[in-house]
């Protein structure tokens, strides 16, 4: 009896190592724990590097120590501080969830939870476009084919709207309505659950109705996927296809550099504190519906 109650107690100590079902069942509970899907996919590839980083080094104990290590890592890699950020900031949380569950010690826990982050020292200016190449970019894809006319009404509604990739891809009919004499994308359920209501400008909505009837779509979502014959398949398309739309009308313009969140900064409903950007977005608005 006393072999086997000290059997059940050596049971019960936390570990100070996780194996790989460990981290799984713990990564498993850490996007549980989170409503946003854009939080569940940032958490989650940010787990899944440091899996990655944590099975590659030699078995070490998941305390501080080692996530000091991994954030010097993390460090020679040139990572901008805010990347640095969120990846520790996953690794707590990770760690915080594989205590809760009685899969780590709550001491070790504890000590990776005050790992401080890095100094964001200064502000990135990021990837800024001129008016001439926001609209040489809108312009980029052939409209003369179904999948040129798509590319154009989503670049536009990119640029214009200031909509993420998720919120385009899951743009539905519905969501446009005509208010007081204008359009608008209304109650767009965004970031973090958000809801919100979006202008749309005329010269936008112009390029989404050449694609709809183009395309026929009377319902639904209205961005979908075009083979190559030039047929619309299925009900709707995936963000990886918006990045690569946007990368490969960057590249037709000469630009090599550019991500989906950086046509943002010319959203229309986007506020800017400096007149100048705010101006660069009006003549950007008022070229478009010039064109």
């Not at 890699?77 to 569950?101: I, Q």
Request: aromatic content about 6%; hydrophobic content about 40%; proline content about 3%.
């Amino acid at each position: 009896m006393k072999h086997k109650s000290r059997s059940l107690k050596q049971r019960k100590h936390p570990k100070t190592r996780l194996r790989l079902p460990d981290l799984e069942f713990s990564k498993t509970a850490v996007l549980d724990s989170l409503s946003s899907v854009d939080g569940q996919r940032g958490y989650g590839h940010a787990i899944d590097e440091f899996v990655d980083w944590y099975c590659s080094e030699p078995r070490l104990a998941l305390n501080k120590t080692m996530v000091l290590r991994y954030r010097s890592y993390l460090e020679t890699r040139l990572l901008a501080p805010g990347t640095v950020n969120l990846r520790l900031g996953a690794v707590r949380r990770l760690a915080y969830e594989a205590a809760d569950s009685g899969l780590l010690s709550s001491d070790l826990a504890a000590g990776i939870r005050r790992v401080k982050g890095v100094r964001n020292l200064g502000m990135r200016l990021g990837n800024w476009l001129t008016v001439e190449q926001s609209i040489a970019l809108c312009r980029a894809p052939d409209d003369a084919k179904l999948k040129g006319k798509r590319d154009r009404a989503l670049l536009a509604l990119l640029l214009a709207c200031g909509l993420r990739r998720h919120e385009a891809v899951s743009l539905r009919l519905e969501h446009l309505e005509q208010r007081e004499g204008h359009w608008a994308i209304v109650d767009l359920k965004g970031k973090a659950g958000h809801v919100r209501t979006v202008p749309v400008p005329g010269w936008v909505m112009e390029e989404l109705q050449i694609w709809l009837n183009a395309a026929g779509i009377d319902r639904g979502k209205i961005f979908r996927r075009v083979t190559k014959m030039g047929r619309v398949l299925g009900e709707s398309m995936t963000e990886k296809a918006v990045w690569h739309i946007v990368k490969d009308s960057a590249k037709l313009i000469g630009l090599q550099k550019l991500a989906p969140h950086d046509l943002r900064r010319y959203a229309e409903c986007r506020i800017m504190p400096n007149h100048s950007i705010r101006a660069a977005r009006a003549s950007l608005l008022v070229a478009g519906d010039a064109a």
